[in-house]
């Protein structure tokens, strides 16, 4: 890795994989030399890939450092997606809890009774914790597994 890099490479990159780049994303890369050189790295393999489906039925060095490249970042974005839910479970749990906090401040006395005494039953209130974290992680279990 070369010390000069750029934070948009990964963003040139997957639009390279696409087959196209945005006129803003253009003009960033003309003016950025890490970006330039991706670029013009990518594009050749880019081509090599092209003319290797056309040309070989044995895949070249290029094709399969491309191949190797776009599965690492499928694994990276899989990752993410992970670690995105995850933060959806927490979001979710927060929002639980403001709106407990909210509801037990601002409704009728008589439903902040019902809530009072659903506190109470401790319970029911573990059930409902275990199944708010429960529901996300059985859900990011189920991804995964796939
Ligand atoms: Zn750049």
Redesign the pocket.
Known sequence: MSAAS?M??SELLDALGRGFVGAELES?VAT?L??SELQAVASALLDDRVKAIREAPVPTAAAMWWRMQMRRRQEVQAASRRSLLIGQAVTLAAAMAVMVALFGGTVAVELREVIASIRVSSPLLLALATWIIAAPIAGWVAIRGK
């Open positions: 750029c948009r490479e960033h950025c890490p970006c």
